[in-house]
């Protein structure tokens, strides 16, 4: 048996939102660092988790990123010019594409797909293209047409068929970027990410929300940990919801504060899921008035509050 060097190096993964990046990061990592809902604009920081293997040696620093899609508010330039910046510096550009999407005029690559495979090949890294949701394409054989129209049309690395959702098809994408990475070892054995726990706390508390409140409210909403005291049974964290109206301030806490308690209770079980140990959760809501429409609240709740 030939021993392998060591390979290590970063990788963004981009794409449109809601295609699926934030869970393939998971999936890659085997845990659960990236907040996931239905709803485009889930994330919104650049988000570093290391994938490490012993056989091959192997390091990758994979940034999940905030959607690209053309931005229509504050907020959502905000969230671009984030998503832009990781393409810099990096080893490997990993583009994630919903395989179950076609374009206009049943071209089977969506132009904005495409636009984003241009801007990631402009950086003059190997660009390599994940078609992910493959577990929603019921006739495998229909995969064939789009797999070819983007070999022909685009000078692409590598093309990987897979599931997040389902874990499915991912060492071949972990190989394929695996071979386009420098020799080298970058991170110490078990480092994980670059955020602190209390960023991580935030996200899920923000999940929580977002996945109990509807239409308008999610995007408006920022949280920010005022405390996080580990004692020596449990871990007590206290968080404020930041909303960007008053309005939306009753409808997270609901009749009775009925919703914010079912928020509160969910994320509970998320943090003592991450932190493998007793929690202590209490949350507390407050309105900063149209925080999203004003660049540098946004760029402050969205950056750095949660930390
Ligand atoms: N069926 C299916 N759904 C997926 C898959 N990957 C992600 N999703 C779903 O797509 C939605 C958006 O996922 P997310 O990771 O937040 O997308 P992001 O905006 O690109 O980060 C969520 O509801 C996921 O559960 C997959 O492989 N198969
Ligand atoms: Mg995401």
């Not at 990096?90 to 395989?99: G, K």
């Not at 179950?100 to 660009?127: C, F, M, S, Y």
């Not at 943090?271 to 004003?294: A, G, H, I, P, S």
Request: include cysteine; proline fraction near 6%.
């Amino acid at each position: 048996m030939s021993t392998q060097e060591p390979r290590a190096g970063r990788v963004a993964i981009v794409g449109r939102p809601n295609v699926g990046k934030s869970t393939l990061l998971n999936a890659l990592l085997g845990q659960k660092l990236a907040i996931v809902t239905d709803r485009p604009g889930t994330t919104r920081t650049c988000l570093l988790g290391v994938y490490a293997s012993e056989s091959p040696p192997t390091q990758i620093a994979f940034v999940d990123t905030p959607g690209m899609e053309r931005p229509r508010s504050v907020l959502g330039r905000v969230l671009h010019e984030e998503a832009q910046g990781s393409l810099e510096d990096v080893d490997a550009t990993l583009v994630v594409v919903d395989a179950t999407r076609r374009g206009a005029g049943n071209d089977p690559i969506h132009a904005a797909d495409a636009q984003i495979v241009e801007q990631a090949l402009a950086v003059g890294k190997p660009v390599i293209l994940a078609l992910n949701k493959v577990d929603l394409v019921k006739q495998k054989p229909e995969l064939l047409p789009k797999l070819a129209a983007w070999s022909e049309r685009f000078s692409l690395a590598a093309m990987v068929p897979l599931s997040a959702l389902g874990s499915d098809n991912l060492q071949p994408l972990l190989d394929e970027l695996r071979a386009h990475l420098p020799e080298g070892v970058l991170y110490p054995p078990d480092f994980l990410t670059d955020r602190p726990t209390r960023f991580l706390a935030a996200e899920l508390v923000r999940e929580s929300l977002m996945r109990h409140t509807r239409e308008e409210v999610p995007y408006a909403v920022a949280v920010q940990i005022e405390r996080f005291a580990e004692d020596t049974k449990v871990t007590r964290i206290e968080a404020t919801v930041v909303v960007d109206k008053r309005s939306h301030k009753g409808i997270v806490i609901g009749a009775g504060g009925e919703r914010l308690k079912r928020i509160g209770s969910d994320a509970r079980k998320e943090l003592e899921e991450l932190l493998q140990r007793k929690v202590f959760l209490k949350l507390f809501v407050k309105v900063e008035e149209d925080w999203t429409r004003d660049p540098n609240k946004a760029r402050r709740l969205t950056r750095e509050s949660s930390g």
